[in-house]
T-cell receptor, first 113, second 115 residues
């Protein structure tokens, strides 16, 4: 079964610092990978996704992620954190034919001034 | 385009009662998926409906059920509520025609508290 592991339930950065949120997947075939963000009392918003093609994926709000098959990773980065980035971030994977997302446990990003 | 809407946003029930949650997908989307979010178990897939048929199902007991109407709106029902059913219930919509690569768009969720 597909699964994803997010290392670090909490990550703290200063405003302007690099953001790095880690995600590793478990799959025998290249999966579809997603990053979603959740702000308090809201649903999930898609940041970016990897399906096929270019392994460096650019998303909204300056985020990007790189699919590395050799490391089974799909880490999320942003060069410079902003206070508004404080939220919970979820990595997710889905199988080829299904509309079912399997989520990681989430990483709460804290941004200090 | 209007996003995914869910009603009600908040709900308080007591153990043993049943509850029905509603989800209206983005116009033109025919797939609706439901997820449960709790602090302990995280985000878990409940089921997916496409064109009024359940297409996928997660590992939840039979107390959790759903349906989809001809206009793609979906409802989920939980019978005989337990304290552990307290959660944020999220629905997501997509066209349902592109398999696992397709983006699912989430609603704001219904927060259910069982007392």
């Amino acid at each position: 079964a597909q699964s994803v592991t997010q290392l670090g339930s909490h990550v703290s950065v200063s405003e302007g610092a690099l953001v790095l949120l880690r995600c590793n997947y478990s799959s025998s075939v290249p999966p579809y990978l997603f990053w979603y963000v959740q702000y308090p009392n809201q649903g999930l918003q898609l940041l970016l996704k990897y399906t096929t093609g270019a392994t460096l994926v650019k998303g909204i709000n300056g985020f990007e992620a790189e699919f590395k098959k050799s490391e089974t990773s799909f880490h999320l980065t942003k060069p410079s954190a902003h206070m508004s980035d404080a939220a919970e971030y979820f990595c997710a994977v889905s199988d080829t034919g299904f509309q079912k997302l399997v989520f990681g446990t989430g990483t709460r990003l804290l941004v200090s001034p | 385009k209007a996003g995914v809407t869910q009603t009600p946003r908040y709900l308080i029930k007591t153990r043993g009662q049943q509850v029905t949650l509603s989800c209206s997908p983005i116009s033109g989307h025919r797939s609706v998926s439901w997820y449960q979010q709790t602090p302990g178990q995280g985000l878990q897939f409940l089921f997916e409906y496409f064109s009024e048929t359940q297409r996928n199902k997660g590992n939840f007991p039979g107390r959790f059920s759903g349906r989809q109407f001809s206009n793609s709106r979906s409802e989920m029902n939980v019978s005989t509520l337990e304290l552990g059913d307290s959660a944020l219930y999220l629905c997501a919509s997509s066209t349902g025609t592109s398999g696992g690569s397709e983006t699912q768009y989430f609603g704001p969720g219904t927060r259910l508290l069982v007392l």
